[in-house]
Every structure is written in C-alpha cells, then in structure tokens.
C-alpha cells in the first residue's frame, strides 16, 4: 500500500555485511599475492581501502585459519595453508609439474613456474625458488595478471585457437606479441608485468586442462636465451609426459 515498507528480511543487513566482508578477506589475499614482500598493516589497509582497524579483523581471520602469517617484524605474508588449496586446483597438472618446476630452477638458478588461463587473465600455479642462487624473485602461486601481458600470457596466447581466443579474450585475432611467440616457439618480455624483471615462457597444452605455460623470471636478459628455451621446452615436455 501507498505509504508503506515492505519488512526487511530477516538478517539481510547480515548477509550484505558479510559478503563485504567476505570480499575484503579474498582482496587481502590478493593484495599479498601480488605484493613482491611482506607488506605492513598501513599498507594492506590501504590498499584494501580500509581503516587499520577494519584491516586488522580481516588479518586476525586469515591469520587464525593459516591463510596469512607475520614475521618477526610484523609483516605480513600468505600462509602455508594457501599451498594445500593450490594443489586442489588442477591437481593432476600441478603434480605433473612439480619436480620438472623443481628441476628446471635448479638448473638454470632461476625463479620457475606454470602458469593457467583463467578468463582473461593467467594465474601461477605453481612456483619454485631454488635456493643455489644469491637472489631469486618470488612468484607466488595465485599472482595473476592480464593475459596480454607477461611471457606466459604471450606463450598462453600464441597456442591458443581463433575460437580460444575470441571466448578468453575476446578476439579471434592474436595479438602481435602472440604471433611472434608462435614464430619462435616462446615469448620474453621485460619490464611487463614486473619493472625491472625479464620473463621467458613457452605454452604447454594438455587435453582437459586449460592452456598453460611453463615460464621463468630473471633479474638480466640471460646470455644464451636459447639454452634457457631450451630448458623450458624440455620441462613442458617432462610435464606432458608425466601427467596422468
């Protein structure tokens, strides 16, 4: 009737509050994916959009359930709980991928790792670190970026069909980086996605898992490129012949 509100269903203002809160918790987690260290509270506060205050209840619940841990100086960094769950994604490709990840760091004494298509971004799935170097560049499964940027987007695209392409990322037509990477066989891009940083990848495709590459990142331009193609090519194949 004129004049009169419909009641308000019961725990609605609930349910809003809890959905941003919600939200805010998974922005955090990708906050510290992408950061490249361990981030302060003011500075997960900001860039949550938040007061301190806001940021430190969501940091209690991540920290509680092993999602986020701090250091000795209170930074703030993803827990080792966010491992388990990487492994429930593509689980057969990320067990495939492990030691030929592992071997492929060791060898080249670089930051290594498989990246995925999801939508119109690629996500890490798994990363490692070796630890015979002086240096390494942290690449933490999760950390996604548009797939137009980056070696592995470029090496992702450039295997991708017209129809993959145009359903991913909206256009049948590779770009230019993609065409040059399907002509020699990977993409390297520096400066991309992190400043400073150079990033090799070659594709690796595996029916009923999605478009993939295998990838390393450096400080330098290696001096023999070639070799370090090399090496990926090998860990993709390593990978598709593992995979089960």
Request: hydrophobic share 45%.
């Amino acid at each position: 009737m004129d004049g009169m509100t419909s009641p308000r269903e019961p725990g609605a203002g609930a349910g809003a509050t809890g959905s941003q809160t919600l939200a805010r918790g998974l922005r955090a987690l990708e906050i510290l994916a992408e950061a490249e260290t361990p981030l302060t509270i003011g500075e997960l506060a900001d860039g949550l959009g938040v007061h301190r205050s806001n940021a430190y209840r969501i940091l209690r619940t991540l920290e509680d359930r092993r999602f986020v841990a701090r250091d000795a100086a209170g930074r703030i960094r993803l827990g080792p709980k966010l491992t388990v769950l990487a492994r429930g994604v593509a689980p057969a490709l990320h067990t495939a991928a492990g030691p030929a990840v592992t071997e492929l760091a060791y060898e080249l004494g670089m930051t290594a790792f498989v990246t995925v298509l999801d939508g119109d971004e690629v996500v890490t799935l798994i990363t490692v670190e070796p630890s015979n170097v002086t240096a390494t560049i942290a690449r933490n499964p999760g950390v996604r970026h548009p797939a137009r940027r980056g070696a592995p987007g470029h090496a992702i695209e450039s295997a991708l069909t017209p129809d993959e392409r145009n359903a991913f990322l909206g256009s049948p037509d590779p770009s230019r980086a993609a065409r040059v990477a399907a002509r020699e066989g990977y993409a390297i891009t520096r400066d991309e996605v992190i400043p400073g940083v150079t990033g090799i990848a070659v594709p690796l495709r595996i029916a009923g898992e999605p478009p993939a590459a295998v990838a390393v990142v450096h400080f330098n331009v290696p001096e023999s490129v070639d070799a370090v193609v090399d090496a990926l090519h090998r860990a993709a194949a390593r990978i598709a012949q593992s995979y089960r």
